[in-house]
């Protein structure tokens, strides 16, 4: 899976309003750790079970290696989301939107990894 830094332009196509990308881990750039409230791990999980840019192949996480995850989502029908094969958008503040991987939700849950307070907040109000 490629890299970007977050809020980096998101360019996967010219369809797209304007977003910034969220994210795009690897295992060779430093990411900001710490806690994230379970309630934006929760919007996350309702973004992911209807998620966009549904790809074939599936990544697997840069960080350990893991590949065909899932994750326990009471959003989706099944009960769980396959990670690594999709991406969730979100409209922000001010007009700019955010495109994050689906395998965000095992980087918070499994590597630690703080996506910045901007995306939080877009997370939440999404949530109503
Ligand atoms: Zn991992």
């Known amino acids: 899976m490629p890299y970007y830094p977050d809020g980096s332009p998101y360019e996967y196509d010219d ?22 409230p379970a309630e934006v791990v929760d919007g996350l999980l309702r973004l ?9 192949g599936v ?5 350990c290696g893991g590949s065909y995850l899932e994750v326990e989502n009471p959003h989706a029908a099944s009960g769980s989301t396959l990670l690594g094969h999709a991406e969730v958008h979100l409209p922000g ?16 849950l499994d590597h630690g990894y703080a996506p910045p307070p901007p995306f939080r907040a877009a997370v939440l109000r999404g949530r109503g």
């Open 15 to 36: 369809l797209s309003p304007e977003l910034v990308n969220i994210g795009w881990l690897d295992a060779s750039h430093p990411y900001p750790r710490g806690d994230v």
């Open 93 to 108: 503040a001010g007009g700019t939107g955010f495109a994050a991987p689906t395998l965000v939700i095992h980087y918070i």
């Open 48 to 56: 992911a079970a209807d998620p966009v840019n549904v790809t074939r």
């Open 59 to 63: 990544h697997t996480c840069p960080m």
